[in-house]
């Protein structure tokens, strides 16, 4: 119990440099990261992260020269294993507070399973999305819940993750860390 508890201090933190203070100290522009809510026949893909431990939707940050279509494939293959196809984008999520960015989520059909997880990823699962896990991070639950929506145009959302936000991420990683194994 004790490692496990000194095992988090590192990660939390690494997170609270990447969240309160790289963003406003060495980054030069916004962040802009692209996640997908993959179907499958087995209901929705998520992944758990090895930093923060709870179930997330994969994407990551676009290379220089690639389209956000692009970079949510290639980073959930790298993530999940997972070939993907995009379907259509689902809306961007501006979020202020922790960790300043924009979510662009995108609707992507499951193609076939191309290897095991990344280096980031500790697990991934297939979930109903109508009994998503407790350990999903709640920022993820209204991009999916919009996913489900097939709404004609994106929707564009903005939300602020304060402290509430933090506290209910650190709740998550606890008991993940705790339960599971």
Partial sequence: ?????????????GLAWWGLF?????????????????????????????DLRGWELPGGAARAGESGEEAVCREILEETGARVRVERRVGDYVRTGFRPHTARVYACRFLSAAGGTGRETLAVGWFDPRALPDALFPWYREPIADALEHAAAPVSRREH???????AGMAIDLRTRFTRE
Avoid at 32 to 45: D, K, M, P, S, T
Avoid at 161 to 167: D, E, F, P
């Fill in 1 to 13: 119990m004790a490692r496990r508890l000194a095992g988090i201090v590192p990660s939390y933190l």
């Fill in 22 to 50: 790289a963003p406003r100290l060495s980054e030069r522009a916004p962040l802009c990261v692209h996640q997908g809510v993959i179907f499958g026949a087995r209901g929705i893909l998520l992944g758990m992260r090895r």
């Fill in 161 to 167: 993750q304060g402290v509430s936000a933090i506290l």
